[in-house]
């Protein structure tokens, strides 16, 4: 498949991109959930049309996205298989590691047309300092999209050798990633889960591997940070709520949709007539979709204010970060509220895996598990918006 790509970030139409993917996409979705992974084919389409480059920034020959543009694609996209979506969406949180190592570091890991980095929260990891870099040994879970990935990266706390944390000046733990090839790791076969199938989100180890400075950094780290690009002003975790937000939604939303087909047809037990000329379904149907529309609309006008405010130069406010992380968490909620009333409307439809209700079920669930849909994400947002400080950096 190609989607000529071209090499002026401004001329890439990446929702029409998406759009265009989405039906191979989700004619491959049960392929994709039993191989635990995307297919080959798919990836080599969505590679062709630089999906996973679509963030990355214009020096490297990224696409040089606009948040708005990330999660417009990851509705599009999950909304045809929510595993792919989840691995893309996993995928361009990844590549903001390119905006804090050198050009030529960047250039190594996201040059090739194939590259993927996967990474995930550390089990039990430790960086230990040593002449030009670190040792790495160390266990990590939920590396999405690494049965695809060619690098991975492994959080880990930096210790002396014999264990003691090491602190930064301001007393706080010192962290690292770092940055390998996948070759260099061992892959550890978890994923037998509910939901999201088809992420190969699996463990994976090091053990007194050598890791050079330059192949490591941290998170949000202004010292590391060498692109000035308003994308790269995102915290790393908030830039994973854009993405995930509007991968619900795009769940959500086709749960609905394919409800609203089946009750054309569809007469309900002990009903004269089909379920869509039902008045009850007619309201539940109307409400869910002020929940999508509602929820949507605030998530998009979130994402435009808060990047009209750093393509601004300027620095989010605790309010705007609040409102932010509200709409990001409320999209999520709303949305499974939504996929949950289409799976129990569908009946007995929704139960058979060769109907569009039983995946899309527990993929939603799987991703509300994620602590980006977590309602303790409300708390921070109702410090701030009772006149707090919120605790921690929860916003």
Not at 122 to 150: C, E, H, L, M
Not at 243 to 263: N, P, V, Y
């Amino acid at each position: 498949m190609n989607t000529n790509p071209t090499t002026d970030a401004s001329q890439r139409d990446w929702v029409a991109r998406a759009r265009k993917l989405a039906p191979m996409i989700e004619a491959a979705s049960d392929r994709t959930e039993k191989e635990g992974q995307v297919p080959k084919d798919i990836m080599d389409a969505m590679h062709d049309a630089e999906m996973f480059r679509m963030v990355l920034p214009e020096s490297l020959g990224g696409g040089a996205a606009t948040p708005m543009e990330m999660m417009r694609v990851l509705e599009i996209v999950a909304g045809a298989d929510a595993s792919t979506g989840w691995c893309l969406g996993q995928g361009l949180g990844c590549t903001m590691a390119a905006g804090y190592v050198a050009p030529e570091v960047a250039r190594e890991i996201f040059g090739p047309k194939d590259a993927v980095l996967a990474w995930g929260p550390p089990g039990k990891a430790q960086a230990v300092p040593t002449d030009g870099g670190y040792i790495s040994t160390g266990q990590w879970r939920f590396g999405s999209g690494s049965r695809n990935a060619t690098w991975l990266g492994g959080h880990s706390p930096v210790k002396d050798a014999d264990g003691n944390q090491l602190k930064n000046e301001n007393g706080s733990p010192r962290m690292r990633t770092m940055l390998f090839k996948k070759s260099d790791a061992e892959m550890i076969d978890v994923w037998q889960v509910l939901g999201l199938k088809g992420t190969g989100s699996d463990n994976y180890k090091t053990e007194n591997l050598f890791v050079p400075e330059a192949f490591t950094t941290w998170r949000d780290s202004q010292p590391d940070r060498v692109e000035q690009g308003p994308f790269y002003s995102i915290p790393l975790l908030t830039c994973y709520g854009m993405a995930f937000s509007g991968l619900a939604l795009g769940i959500g939303r086709s749960m609905l949709e394919s409800f609203k087909e089946l009750a054309i047809d569809k007469v309900g037990g002990g009903m004269s007539t089909v379920l869509r000329e039902n008045a009850v379904i007619q309201s539940n149907v109307a409400e869910c979709e002020a929940k999508m529309l509602s929820s949507r609309a605030f998530l998009v006008e979130m994402l435009e204010e808060y990047w009209e405010c750093l393509c601004a130069g300027e620095k989010p406010s605790f309010d705007l970060r609040a409102r932010l992380r509200l709409s990001i968490t409320y999209a999520m909620n709303q949305a499974r509220e939504v996929a949950t009333y289409a799976y129990h409307a569908a009946g007995t439809n929704a139960i058979f895996e060769s109907n569009p209700f039983e995946r899309r079920f527990r993929d939603i669930y799987t991703v509300s598990q994620q602590g980006q849909g977590h309602k303790s994400n409300y708390e921070p947002c109702g410090e701030v918006f009772m006149g707090l400080e919120p605790s921690g950096h929860r916003v």
